[in-house]
Each structure stands twice: as C-alpha cells, then as structure tokens.
C-alpha cells in the first residue's frame, strides 16, 4: 500500500469513527435540553453561552436540570476522549492524502485542524466548569467565548483548503471539493450571529460527509484494483 493509500486508508476509519460518535450525541439521554435551544441543538446551544443568563435559560429548573447536567457531562467526556481525536484524524489524513495537490495548503490545513482541536479541548475545560457551578460564571464564559469561535473559524478554514485541494486533484473529485468548500462557507456565515449557530452543524455535515464519502470510493477503487491485479498476475 502506498503511502497517499494509506493516508486515505487512515481518513476513512476516522471519518466512520467521527460519523458514528456524532450521531451517538444525538442518542444520550436527557440530552435535549431544558430551555429554548432554537436550530442549534443542546450542545451547541451551551457552547455558545454569552453570560451566566444564558446558562440558566438552557438549563432550566428541576426536575429537567440534573439529569440534563449529566447528559452534558457525559456528551463533554466523549467529545473530549473520542470525537475530537477522531475528527482531528480524520481531516489530518485526508490533508495528507491530498498533500501532492499542494503541500503548503496540506501543512496550513493540518495546522489549522490541530490548533482546533485544541481549542475544542480548552473549550471544554470551560464547559465542565460551568457545570461543576451551574448558572457559571462570566469569567469563565469570557474564556469560553473565543475558544468556541476560533474552533469553528478554524474548522471552516481546513474545509476551505480540503476544498481547494480535492479541487485541484481534478476529475469528480472537483465538485466534491465544491461541496467541502461549500461548508466551510456556510460554518463561517454561521459564525457572524449567533441567532445562524444551526448553521454551524450544517456546514461541518456539508464538509465532512463529502470527504468521507470521497474516502470510501478512492479505498474501495484501490482495493478493487488490486484485487483486479492479483487475479490476472502471473
């Protein structure tokens, strides 16, 4: 196996693992909320708190507060254990894998995917700190606020050089790095107010799905190929 294979190998494990983790979210129970969440879900919902008002206001009141206290605690363990190594993998190898289209690019995206995911990690810091002193405190909110932005500002940015990558690979894969760029588009458009923060979900559905998709058919063509090769060699 080659190493751009492997690279794509590697983002198309990831990418499942990221898939089935996000969807997972959506299965923890009591996870919905106690207060108004709008198009955003719970979970974006608490990362985009501006004050201690609006913590209270999502979490609401007893009976519905402690058991969605635990719900969020467990949704920030698996975050920071699961989904954000896998998702960080998983855009860090399909940069890799696109790297000859454009080794600056790939370097600046890779870049840009790790610093993310660290601040998704500081991110949650100040989110279990919130909980551990519910409605929290606008000193920790301030320090919550930046990370969450940058986080996404900078998941858009690695869907703008995948995008851009996948385009200059050429071929189908173009319209797929149309796509990608698409979303990261729609994730910074999402970031200009945050009545749009629904946006923020749909534009990583709208980068990440097609590079996974993307993944699965150049593993399956490689490996289709050399099981062609096999049956006719010598």
Same mark, same amino acid.
């Given at each position: ?23 997972? &979210? ?7 909320? /106690? ?10 919902? $608490? ?16 009976? /519905? ?7 969020? @605690? ?5 975050? =920071? ?15 890799? =894998? ?8 790939? *370097?600046?995206?890779?870049? /840009? ?5 660290? $601040? ?7 989110? &279990?700190?919130?909980?551990?002193? *519910? ?79 993307? =993944? ?6 490689? @490996?289709?190929? =050399? ?8």
């Amino acid at each position: 196996m080659s190493r751009t294979a492997a690279w794509w190998a590697t983002c198309l494990g990831a990418g499942i693992a990221t898939l089935i983790v996000a969807i997972g &979210f959506g299965f923890i129970p009591d996870i919905g909320g /106690c207060g108004p969440v709008g198009d955003a879900g719970a979970i974006i919902a $608490f990362e985009i708190v501006r004050t201690p008002a609006d913590v209270a206001v999502l979490f609401g009141a007893e009976p /519905c507060r402690t058991p969605f206290v635990e719900a969020m @605690r467990l949704s920030l363990w698996i975050d =920071a254990l699961v989904f954000i190594p896998a998702y960080t993998l998983f855009l860090c190898a399909g940069l890799m =894998a696109l790297r000859q289209h454009g080794p600056k690019l790939a *370097l600046g995206g890779v870049i /840009c995917a790790l610093l993310a995911a660290v $601040f998704d990690e500081l991110e949650g810091v100040q989110l &279990f700190t919130i909980l551990a002193n *519910l409605p929290g405190e606008q000193a920790t909110i301030d320090w919550l606020i930046p990370y969450v932005r940058g986080k996404f500002a900078l998941l858009a940015l690695v869907a703008l050089f995948l995008g851009w990558l996948m385009a200059r690979r050429g071929g189908w894969m173009r319209w797929t790095g149309l796509l990608v760029t698409v979303g990261g588009a729609v994730t910074m458009f999402g970031l200009s107010d945050d009545s749009r923060a629904g946006l923020l979900g749909l534009g990583g559905a709208l980068s990440w799905i097609p590079l996974l998709i993307a =993944a699965a058919i150049i593993v399956w063509r490689g @490996r289709r190929a =050399a099981l062609d090769s096999g049956a006719t060699g010598p």
